[in-house]
């Protein structure tokens, strides 16, 4: 494929043809998931499940990539589908338009033979039991921790979920996590920057939410391609 030959130029026919061969799961498709399911389609996986059941807010404006003033109350998964196969017409997607919670869980995993899992969540709960459930068969996992009241892109990386800290987020999924004796064995996206407390303010009637975080444009979007880049790495090797 043409559209495919700079990528296969940088990585060579055979790891091109991994790519391709590759099924990956990213759940949540908000700030950090669209992106990385945008570099995954750019980068050759063939085939992509996406998995959110929010629509289009106008605060999602400022960072997300699915947010725009004509998407308002769509769909995200629907937005960005039609935007995936606008990138690779021939991919193999397949879009769950539901909210990730405890026991659906296992019958999402059960659904595909995944190569590797993006966990793009931010609430808490599901993202225990997915990175969980996800561990538990084996795939592959990266998990993006909180890329909000962020500013600093060179405080950005990619460890082990035993080596992240200074991320409150991070901190509480290591203290959830320990409870199913899982302390190491998946990758995190995460920034030790300081959070200001005065960008944080408490919110009501949100579904597995209590707080919203300031955010900046490209914070979210960086996560994302990071969390991409190791997929793609990993998946190529």
Same mark, same amino acid.
């Given at each position: 494929m043409e559209w495919l030959s700079r990528t296969a130029l940088l990585l060579g026919e055979e790891k091109l043809e991994?790519?391709?061969? =590759?099924?990956?799961?990213?759940?949540g498709i908000g700030g950090v998931g669209a992106f990385a399911a945008e570099m995954l389609v750019r980068a050759g996986i063939g085939t992509l499940s996406i998995v959110d059941a929010d629509v289009v807010?106008?605060?999602?404006?400022?960072?997300?990539?699915? =947010?725009?003033?004509?998407?308002?109350?769509?769909?995200?998964?629907?937005?960005?589908?039609?935007r995936l196969l606008d990138i690779n017409p021939q991919l193999r997607l397949y879009t769950h338009a539901v909210f990730v919670k405890d026991e659906g869980i296992? =019958?999402?995993?059960?659904?595909?033979?995944?190569?590797y899992v993006v966990d793009a969540i931010d609430s808490l709960a599901p993202k225990v039991f997915l +990175?969980?459930?996800?561990?538990?068969?084996? +795939?592959?996992? +990266?998990?993006?921790?909180?890329?909000?009241?962020?500013?600093?892109?060179?405080?950005?990386? +990619?460890?082990?979920?035993?080596?992240?800290?200074?991320?409150?987020? =991070?901190?509480?999924?290591r203290k959830?996590?320990?409870?199913?004796?899982?302390?190491?064995?998946?990758?995190?996206?995460f920034s030790p920057e300081e959070v200001d407390?005065?960008?944080?303010?408490?919110?009501e009637n949100e579904q597995n939410k209590k707080t919203t975080v300031g955010t900046i444009s490209y914070m979210p979007a960086l996560f994302g391609l990071l969390a991409a880049s190791q997929v793609i790495r990993k998946l190529s090797e």
């Open positions: 991994k790519l391709r061969k =590759a099924h990956v799961l990213v759940v807010k106008p605060s999602n404006r400022n960072r997300q990539l699915p =947010a725009l003033n004509s998407t308002e109350d769509q769909l995200k998964v629907e937005v960005m589908a039609q296992p =019958a999402l995993l059960d659904r595909h033979n995944y190569d +990175i969980v459930h996800t561990m538990n068969r084996k +795939i592959p996992l +990266i998990s993006s921790m909180g890329a909000g009241g962020k500013l600093d892109p060179s405080q950005v990386g +990619i460890c082990d979920i035993s080596k992240s800290y200074n991320c409150k987020l =991070a901190r509480m999924l959830r996590l320990s409870k199913f004796q899982l302390k190491r064995g998946f990758d995190v996206v407390k005065a960008h944080v303010v408490f919110v």
